[in-house]
Nanobody, 127 residues
Framework: QVQLVESGGGLVQAGGSLRLSCAAS????????MGWFRQAPGKEREFVAA?????????YYADSVKGRFTISRDNAKNTLYLQMNSLKPEDTAVYYC???????????????????WGQGTQVTVSS
C-alpha cells in the first residue's frame, strides 16, 4: 500500500506557473504508474497526465494540457511532479495524484484504473 500527499497548489494569475508535488510513502514507489487528475466544482474528475512505472519513460497528457504541463517522477525521492505553465482560468480545480499498481505497459486515463489517491491540492487561476 502507498500513501500519497500532494502539495504546491495555490493562487496564480493567468499565464503563470505552479509545480505540484506528490510525496509517496513506502519503498515501492517505482513499481507504480502514476497519474494526475483534477476536479472542478460541479464537474467530474478528469485525467490530466500519467507516467509509467519504473523509470517513467512513457508519459501521456490530456489534450487540454498538452504542451503546457509536464509530468515527471523522482524515484529516489519517492515524489511525483506536475509542472504547470501558461496556466488558464479553466485549469482551476482540485488536483489529485494517484497510483496504479497493475504494472501494465499501457497508461491508464480512467480514475477507476488507479488504486491509491491523495487528498488533493487546490489550484486557482485568476483572470
Amino acid at each position: 500500500q502507498v500513501q500519497l500527499v500532494e502539495s504546491g497548489g495555490g493562487l496564480v494569475q493567468a499565464g503563470g506557473s505552479l509545480r505540484l508535488s506528490c510525496a509517496a510513502s513506502g519503498r515501492t514507489f517505482s513499481s507504480y504508474a502514476m497519474g494526475w487528475f483534477r476536479q472542478a466544482p460541479g464537474k467530474e474528475r478528469e485525467f490530466v497526465a500519467a507516467i509509467s512505472w519504473s523509470g517513467g519513460g512513457s508519459t501521456y497528457y490530456a489534450d487540454s494540457v498538452k504542451g503546457r504541463f509536464t509530468i515527471s517522477r523522482d524515484n529516489a525521492k519517492n515524489t511525483l511532479y506536475l509542472q504547470m505553465n501558461s496556466l488558464k482560468p479553466e485549469d482551476t480545480a482540485v488536483y489529485y495524484c494517484a497510483a496504479d499498481r497493475s504494472r501494465s505497459w499501457s497508461l491508464e486515463i480512467r480514475p477507476v484504473g488507479y488504486d491509491y489517491w491523495g487528498q488533493g491540492t487546490q489550484v486557482t487561476v485568476s483572470s
